[in-house]
């Protein structure tokens, strides 16, 4: 009777051990309480060697993301390297056109620019539209995608609380299963 007890054990034992054994990794729940930081981030890759003279206000756009939201990050892509985002400059007005969520090109307008309309102010505004956020017109300063509407002085680059929650809400999924973005429906969306 001990001898099957014992016996049983080490099965349970072995079985329980086995992928570790074989290499695979397992993946546990994390406790309730554990910060979300220890959560796998969805990354999302940019290219902004088209950015021309709005370079720093494009990486400090994606550093402004980075710093607000935990599900997403935005990375520069490697030399070589595919990237989801691709932001070039243009004598346009500053639009976003995404292809699926975290995918797409960014203009960052000079007309925009031109006009007085701060350059990481924008680069956090359109990036926004990237992570599934849209115009939300007419918009005080303190909501990052008002755009325009909030005004040449505002010069606020910061998503708000909502905005935060929102792209939270988009890749939250998306960080626990994959590291890609999941598909959604193109959207052009000019501001």
């Given at each position: 009777m001990h001898v099957r007890t014992l016996t049983g054990g080490i099965a349970?034992?072995?079985l329980m051990s086995m992928p570790l054994?074989?290499?695979?990794?397992?993946?546990a729940d994390a406790p309730s309480g554990t910060p979300r930081s220890l959560a796998a981030a969805t990354v999302v890759t940019y290219d902004a060697s088209g950015s021309a003279e709005f370079r720093s206000a494009v990486d400090r756009g994606a550093a402004i993301w980075n710093e607000s939201v935990e599900g997403v990050e935005m990375r520069p892509a490697a030399s070589g390297q595919r990237a989801n985002i691709r932001i070039l400059a243009d004598n346009g007005w500053?639009?976003?056109?995404?292809?699926?969520?975290?995918?797409g090109t960014v203009y960052i307008g000079r007309q925009a620019v031109d006009q007085g309309y701060n350059t990481v102010r924008i680069s956090s505004h359109e990036l926004g539209h990237i992570l599934g956020l849209p115009d939300r017109k007419p918009g005080p300063c303190s909501s990052l995608m008002s755009g325009s509407?909030?005004?040449?002085?505002c010069t606020n680059p910061y998503p708000n609380a909502a905005e935060k929650s929102e792209v939270e809400g988009n890749f939250g999924n998306a960080a626990a299963s994959t590291s890609e973005a999941p598909a959604r429906t193109p959207v052009l969306v000019r501001d």
């Amino acid at each position: 009777m001990h001898v099957r007890t014992l016996t049983g054990g080490i099965a349970a034992a072995l079985l329980m051990s086995m992928p570790l054994l074989s290499g695979q990794a397992v993946a546990a729940d994390a406790p309730s309480g554990t910060p979300r930081s220890l959560a796998a981030a969805t990354v999302v890759t940019y290219d902004a060697s088209g950015s021309a003279e709005f370079r720093s206000a494009v990486d400090r756009g994606a550093a402004i993301w980075n710093e607000s939201v935990e599900g997403v990050e935005m990375r520069p892509a490697a030399s070589g390297q595919r990237a989801n985002i691709r932001i070039l400059a243009d004598n346009g007005w500053p639009r976003a056109y995404t292809t699926s969520l975290g995918n797409g090109t960014v203009y960052i307008g000079r007309q925009a620019v031109d006009q007085g309309y701060n350059t990481v102010r924008i680069s956090s505004h359109e990036l926004g539209h990237i992570l599934g956020l849209p115009d939300r017109k007419p918009g005080p300063c303190s909501s990052l995608m008002s755009g325009s509407t909030a005004g040449v002085a505002c010069t606020n680059p910061y998503p708000n609380a909502a905005e935060k929650s929102e792209v939270e809400g988009n890749f939250g999924n998306a960080a626990a299963s994959t590291s890609e973005a999941p598909a959604r429906t193109p959207v052009l969306v000019r501001d």
